[in-house]
């Protein structure tokens, strides 16, 4: 099997406060089957299939993330859809989209949802030295947590940009606490789809796992008009949301990397078969987060 049953001692389920309770959810509504909360002191990676991070799922059983935003008015549509399902989803938000929009950053956490980062540039980190895409981690962080007005209110969640990492950079997240996200499938929501045909797409990839992490991007007018299709088609095929948060009490400790041999994190054994050899530990520009269309 793909998967094994997630009661291994690397998950533990709790409670999500803040949620909306059965009489405050419409009636119908596909609803957040249950919440996980992730050690990152057990669980360094998730989603990305068995070779690649810890199996979380169980059949049927669907989490869904958000990369990018936020990004007015998409991000909001996004929101809606989810309220309106009662369902809970990830935000993996980009640091110069937190600072351009905090308060919607902050009603993304407000309404239950868990942030997470996702640079501070939307960099591609295999392409930098060493210090400046370690830098590209932290900014993202700290950059949330000013924009939320709380740094605990981040949670230790990462996923990098284009899923390119090096071994480096994965020993450092790894280092610090974060535990970093892949995916199991997306919808191909950065091309130019109508939201008909991103949302089938979506749940035939779906379909095929019958379980798993999906990618969307709530910068997108599509993806925020396909998100009511994909639920109402999963509500209809038995499929359960599921909720990820970190346990009580996780938080990073930016401090420890300083203690990092940055020249034996470039050597060290590869954490997956994504992640790539470091080309550098000096100079270099970070890439900008491109502006979006």
């Known amino acids: 099997m793909i998967y ?8 533990a389920l709790v409670s999500l406060a803040g949620a909306a309770s059965a009489a405050e959810c419409p009636a119908g509504a596909l609803g957040t089957s249950r919440t996980l909360a992730l050690d990152p002191a057990k669980v360094s990676r998730v989603g990305g299939g068995p070779d690649y991070g810890t199996p979380i799922l169980e059949d049927h059983e669907v989490i869904l ?10 991000t909001g549509k996004v929101l809606d859809a989810l309220a309106a399902e009662c369902v809970h989803a990830t935000f993996f938000t ?8 905090p308060a919607l950053l902050k009603r993304v956490r407000a309404e239950g949802h868990t942030v997470g980062t996702h640079s501070e540039h939307h960099a591609h980190i295999p392409k930098l030295p060493y210090k400046a895409a370690t830098k590209e981690i932290s900014d993202g962080f700290m950059t949330a947590g000013k924009s939320l007005g709380d740094q605990t209110a981040v949670a230790p969640f990462f996923r990098f940009p284009y899923l390119e990492s090096t071994r480096a950079t994965e020993t450092y997240a790894a280092a610090v606490g974060i535990v970093i996200w892949n995916i199991d499938f997306h919808a191909s929501d950065w091309t130019l789809l109508t939201p008909e045909v991103l949302a089938n797409r979506a749940i035939d990839k779906i379909e095929q796992k019958k379980r798993g992490i999906l990618l969307l991007h709530d910068i997108h007018q599509r993806t925020a008009l396909a998100l009511p299709i994909i639920l109402q088609e999963l509500k209809k095929r038995g499929y359960k949301i599921v909720h ?6 996780a938080h990073l400790n930016f401090e420890v990397a300083a203690k990092i041999d940055p020249w034996g994190a470039k050597v060290a054994p590869l954490r ?11 100079g270099g520009a970070v890439e900008d987060w491109p502006a979006q269309h």
């Open 65 to 74: 993330t958000f990369d990018d935003g936020p990004t007015p008015p998409w």
């Open 244 to 249: 990820a948060v970190p346990v009580p009490g």
């Open 94 to 101: 980009v640091g110069t989209m937190a600072r351009a929009h």
């Open 272 to 282: 997956s078969s994504r992640a790539k050899a470091s080309p550098s530990f000096d």
């Open 4 to 11: 094994r049953h997630a009661a291994i001692g690397l998950v």
